[in-house]
């Protein structure tokens, strides 16, 4: 007997998987080519999935409010404070326009200037016209009319009322009370202060607090002014401030002013504002 060739056996499952052979009816053909399979789109199944969502939100939204709108509304609970019992007999009177600032400092501002004392008489100048300042009136009293003009416009000045008179054969007082309007800015306790700065500056100057004023001061220059054709002057100054007014006090006199003075006529003039 011939030698025997061995074929090894296959397995269930690639013998499952094979078809028998056909008659051997020629060359194997060749498997058709043809295009390969598209591969699947994916995630259009979850934007449907998001979009049905947020339809669903949006729809739930509108069916509360319209729920809601069609609804009664729910009344409000009670106060818990008890009703209070209404104050019988008359209203209070009014303040009368000496206890009431706000008519005082709207009035004649002319009439809230101290006033002349027994003896006084006119000075050898006049100021301003029947005891008021305008606003170019009152910038002729700085050193730099022009630039304060300026700023008392930026400052909503408002308006000045002055008196002055002489005391004697060498005293001069003169007294102003100056009001802004303070709708935009509070510029007079600005303004009261840069008086204070300028005040203290000069030299050989002493001060005092005037009482009841807060923080206004009053000045005492110990050394003469000397101008060319002029005797020696000697001047004090006394500045302070109350709401929307501020009160200037200036003294000349040929020798010194005394604090005693100068404190007077600040305490006097302030009482009246």
Request: some cysteine; glycine content about 8%; hydrophobic content about 35%.
């Given at each position: 007997?011939?030698?025997?060739?061995?074929?090894?056996?296959?397995?269930?499952?690639?013998?499952?998987?094979?078809?028998?052979?056909?008659?051997?009816?020629?060359?194997?053909?060749?498997?058709?080519?043809?295009?390969?399979?598209?591969?699947?789109?994916?995630?259009?199944?979850?934007?449907?999935?998001?979009?049905?969502?947020?339809?669903?939100?949006?729809?739930?939204?509108?069916?509360?409010?319209?729920?809601?709108?069609?609804?009664?509304?729910?009344?409000?609970?009670?106060?818990?404070?008890?009703?209070?019992?209404?104050?019988?007999?008359?209203?209070?009177?009014?303040?009368?326009?000496?206890?009431d600032?706000?008519?005082?400092?709207?009035?004649d501002?002319?009439k809230?200037?101290?006033?002349?004392?027994?003896?006084?008489?006119?000075?050898?100048?006049?100021?301003?016209?029947?005891?008021?300042?305008?606003?170019?009136g009152?910038?002729?009293?700085?050193d730099?009319?022009?630039?304060?003009?300026g700023?008392?416009?930026?400052?909503?000045?408002?308006?000045?009322?002055?008196?002055?008179?002489?005391?004697?054969?060498?005293?001069?007082?003169?007294?102003?009370?100056?009001?802004?309007?303070?709708?935009?800015?509070?510029?007079?306790?600005?303004?009261a202060?840069?008086?204070?700065?300028?005040?203290e500056?000069?030299?050989?100057?002493?001060?005092?607090?005037i009482?009841?004023?807060?923080?206004?001061?009053?000045?005492?220059?110990?050394?003469?002014?000397?101008?060319?054709?002029?005797?020696?002057?000697?001047?004090?100054?006394?500045?302070?401030?109350?709401?929307?007014?501020?009160?200037?006090?200036?003294?000349s006199?040929?020798?010194?002013?005394?604090?005693?003075?100068?404190?007077?006529?600040?305490?006097?003039?302030?009482?009246?504002?």
């Open positions: 007997m011939g030698d025997v060739l061995e074929v090894p056996e296959k397995s269930i499952e690639e013998a499952a998987e094979v078809p028998d052979p056909e008659p051997d009816s020629g060359p194997d053909p060749e498997p058709e080519s043809g295009p390969a399979p598209r591969p699947r789109r994916r995630g259009r199944t979850t934007l449907l999935i998001a979009v049905a969502a947020v339809l669903g939100v949006v729809a739930g939204t509108c069916t509360g409010f319209l729920v809601q709108a069609n609804r009664a509304p729910d009344a409000l609970p009670s106060l818990s404070q008890a009703t209070l019992a209404q104050a019988k007999g008359p209203a209070p009177e009014p303040l009368s326009a000496a206890q600032r706000e008519v005082k400092v709207d009035g501002l002319r809230l200037l101290l006033k002349r004392p027994s003896g006084a008489r006119d000075a050898d100048y006049t100021i301003g016209q029947d005891g008021w300042l305008d606003l170019a009152y910038a002729e009293m700085y730099k009319p022009a630039g304060a003009f700023d008392l416009v930026a400052d909503e000045f408002r308006r000045a009322a002055v008196v002055n008179w002489r005391e004697g054969s060498s005293l001069f007082v003169e007294i102003r009370l100056v009001q802004y309007r303070q709708q935009d800015q509070l510029v007079v306790a600005d303004d202060s840069s008086a204070y700065s300028y005040a500056d000069k030299p050989h100057t002493d001060s005092w607090p009482p009841g004023t807060g923080d206004g001061m009053a000045y005492v220059h110990n050394s003469p002014d000397r101008k060319a054709g002029y005797t020696d002057v000697y001047n004090a100054d006394a500045h302070a401030w109350r709401g929307d007014i501020e009160m200037e006090i200036w003294v006199s040929g020798s010194p002013v005394s604090q005693k003075k100068i404190m007077d006529l600040a305490k006097r003039q302030m009482e009246r504002l």
